[in-house]
């Protein structure tokens, strides 16, 4: 009996010593948990802290990227130099890009960063008031420089008016000028000359007994013409209008109010201012004249000095 309850009493006490143990493992493995549990919040305060700390980073960097658009945008306005504020805002996007690598992260070096961007827009308010008065200085001479320029203005625009009416003046005296110079034609008549050298003047021929036709008058005294050779023009139109001419014989062109005309025949004669009779001859080179009225043009020195007419039948 005494040996059954000894081994009873030896089981209960491996049976206690087991629990023991486990109770045992039980702390141990209650203790792991907990101080798990206890790192794992410190890592998610850390990692909030951080996240936090990287969001204030960034809305402050967005900040300065919109106070330096903004800079940029009145120093070019002002008519500075903003080379150097392009530069770091390229700078500050790529500073903007390395906030994507948080675990990279460092607070006290973008603080730095952040320090350095808010002296430079101190720097460019500075510069910016300097641009200002510059151009307020500016602006008051280019305003004294303007009513000076105006003031020019006005007096070269009366200069120019006065200038302008002398100019008119002197043209239209140089046109009454021109136009009392001008030739004319007196006492102009017209003549048939036939194969054998018979003339016939009037106003009717016929056709078979026309062999050259002579265009003679008188030019008319006038002080105010030059004195000097002059260019006379003869044309001779038939009943359709059409200009007899023969090249071949001397007949040409000539300009008379921009226009080029053709002319039956030519003569150049020196004016004297003595009523001096000129004849013009024109010959018809075998060419049969039509029945009809021909009219008689004279032009010289770009005007036309007379005119006439006869009859074919």
């Known amino acids: 009996m005494d040996y059954n309850q000894e081994q009873k009493q030896d089981r209960k006490t491996l049976l206690w010593a087991a629990l023991a143990v486990l109770a045992l493992l039980n702390l141990v493995l209650v203790y792991f948990i907990y101080h798990e549990k206890q790192e794992n919040r410190v890592k998610d305060d850390i990692i909030t802290a951080k996240t936090e700390e990287v969001l204030f980073t960034k809305t402050k960097l967005d900040s300065i990227s919109a106070e330096l658009d903004t800079k940029i945008a009145e120093i070019q306005q002002l008519g500075g130099s903003v080379d150097s504020l392009i530069e770091l805002k390229k700078q500050l996007e790529k500073d ?30 500075t510069e910016i008031n300097n641009l200002r008065e510059e151009l307020g200085i500016v602006t008051n001479k280019n305003q004294e420089l303007s009513q000076q320029v105006t003031g020019l203005e006005s007096e070269k625009q009366l200069l120019n008016d006065s200038v ?15 136009l009392a110079s001008a030739l004319r034609t007196e006492e102009l008549t017209i003549h048939a000359v036939s194969a054998k050298g018979k003339e016939r003047d009037g106003d009717k021929f016929r056709a078979k007994r ?10 008319g005294e006038n002080a105010v013409a030059k004195q000097n050779e002059k260019d006379i023009y003869l044309r001779i139109l038939d009943p359709d209008g059409a200009v007899l001419s023969d090249m071949a014989t001397g007949s040409g062109a000539f300009n008379y109010n921009g226009k080029e005309m053709i002319y039956s025949s030519k003569q150049t004669v020196n004016f004297t201012n003595s009523r001096q009779q000129v004849d013009i001859f024109y010959g018809r080179g075998g060419i049969p004249m039509k029945d009809g009225k021909y009219a008689i043009e004279v ?3 770009g005007f036309k000095i007379g005119q006439g007419d006869f009859t074919v039948k």
């Open 96 to 125: 903007k890009e390395e906030l994507k690598n948080v675990n990279n992260f460092s607070a006290s070096n973008f603080n730095k960063k952040i320090k350095s961007y808010e002296n430079v827009l101190s720097q460019k308010d």
């Open 164 to 178: 302008n009416n002398y100019s008119a003046q002197n043209r239209e005296l140089a046109e009454k000028v021109t």
């Open 210 to 219: 026309i062999d050259k036709l002579r265009v003679s008058f008188k030019l």
């Open 299 to 301: 032009y010289s020195e």
